[in-house]
């Protein structure tokens, strides 16, 4: 199916400490062409990748994201991390765009060790539903696809989030500009089950960038109630100790920072809604 559509370039960021793990995500995207960039100088990369791009410094996901995007050729770049790996449909992806071109961007079903999906990797509300694929209000960015013209004209990843919900502020403004998201259930990406406290500062990013999205992307009484909402919620998923009061530090210091207002539309947020994802929590 693949053969008729232009190759997708597929972004991986690394560190080059996954050297093992890079070859065999690299190895997985078929006749796709790897970019990978570099997000530390001293890295290693091994596979056969068409592009290495070596930023000298760990610009944070979105910026690498967004670095290896402008470096790809192709109207179609797949995002995939550097310990997943595309197990199964993956030939499909670019036929999807072809169909729909409204579409804008793809999410990947995530399944770890067990084969399951996590519930934090369902676009959608319900872990039970991670086997029917549909239009959704999001998509995770170790395992996506997007249109590159979509991207281009919303303005592209909100880069100073440096990691978390960068995906979750995209698709905000892609569904604003008209574009749809589409879950791919039938098209398989392994990785290993993780916990948001495996990057350094990962607790103290989803606070923060909680208050981040919101000021910036949404209605102001919308706002105001998802950052309440995700100060309960994040401190009450947050493990007890460090993580929590790591997370709550986070939420506080999203309140400092200069940040332009720039809302989506209110059909926009009723949309949302209808996918079963309104930005309330």
């Known amino acids: 199916m693949s053969g008729s559509h232009e ?108 084969g399951s999906t996590s519930r934090r990797h369902v676009p959608r509300v319900g872990q039970r539903s991670a086997d029917a694929s549909g239009e959704v209000a999001t998509f995770l960015g170790g395992a996506a696809a997007i249109r590159r013209s979509a991207y281009d004209q919303v303005g592209g990843y909100f880069t100073d989030l440096f990691y978390g919900h960068e995906e979750l502020e995209l698709s905000w403004r892609l569904i604003d500009a008209g574009w749809r998201i589409r879950y791919l259930a039938d098209v398989s990406v392994f990785h290993p089950r993780t916990e948001i406290s495996r990057h350094v500062d990962g607790w103290r990013l989803t606070g923060r960038n909680r208050v981040w999205i919101a000021r910036r992307t949404l209605p102001w009484p919308v706002a105001i109630f998802h950052v309440l909402a995700w100060l309960a919620v994040g401190t009450w998923r947050a493990p007890e100790g460090e993580c929590r009061r790591s997370y709550v530090r986070g939420w506080l210091s999203g309140w400092r920072a200069r940040i332009e207002h720039r809302p989506i539309r209110w059909r926009t947020v009723w949309r949302l809604a209808q996918l079963g994802r309104p930005p309330l929590v």
């Open 7 to 114: 190759p997708i370039d597929w972004v991986l960021l690394t560190r080059g400490d996954r050297r093992a793990e890079l070859a065999a995500a690299i190895g997985s995207i078929g006749d796709g062409r790897a970019i990978v960039v570099l997000n530390d100088s001293d890295g290693q990369v091994v596979g056969a990748a068409a592009a290495i791009v070596r930023p000298g410094r760990n610009l944070g996901v979105p910026a690498g994201r967004d670095v290896g995007l402008r470096t790809a050729t192709s109207e179609i770049v797949g995002f995939l991390d550097d310990d997943a790996a595309i197990v199964s449909g993956g030939d499909s992806i670019a036929h999807h765009f072809a169909l729909d071109p409204t579409l804008g961007a793809v999410a990947l079903r995530i399944v770890d060790e067990q």
